[in-house]
């Protein structure tokens, strides 16, 4: 069994910084893509950003240079590093990632509980 688990919530001033961290535990045999998911309220949950094994980066249009997604594939983490926040950024974040357990012969995708990021104005 695969777990994502995420940390470094929180509430912050809006212009003000914090930094996500996801780890990938249990029988894995392998991670693929890895990303990062909101939730507001009354809303859609939508891609913020994603990263592939080799690096390559996807951001949402409203996130574009105010966020930088990265990966540690020797520690099986990703973070989401958050700067010059705004109230909007206000939402229940998530992290996905597309694995293969030592179990299985094929990819799919498991989430993490997620964590609250509130920007007061």
């Known amino acids: 069994q695969v777990q994502l688990v995420e940390s470094g919530g929180g509430l912050v001033q809006a212009g003000g910084s914090l930094r996500l961290s996801c780890v990938v535990s249990g029988s894995i045999f392998s991670i693929n893509t890895m990303g990062w998911y909101r939730q507001a309220p009354g809303k859609q949950r939508e891609l913020v950003a994603d990263?592939?094994?080799?690096?390559?980066?996807n951001y949402a249009d409203s996130v574009k240079g105010r966020f930088a997604i990265t990966r540690d594939n020797a520690k099986n983490m990703v973070y989401l590093q958050m700067n010059s926040l705004k109230p909007e950024d206000t939402a229940v974040y998530y992290c996905n990632a597309g694995v293969r357990s030592k179990r299985s012969s094929y990819y799919y995708t498991e989430w993490g509980q997620g964590t609250q990021v509130t920007v007061s104005s």
């Open positions: 990263i592939t094994t080799s690096g390559s980066t």
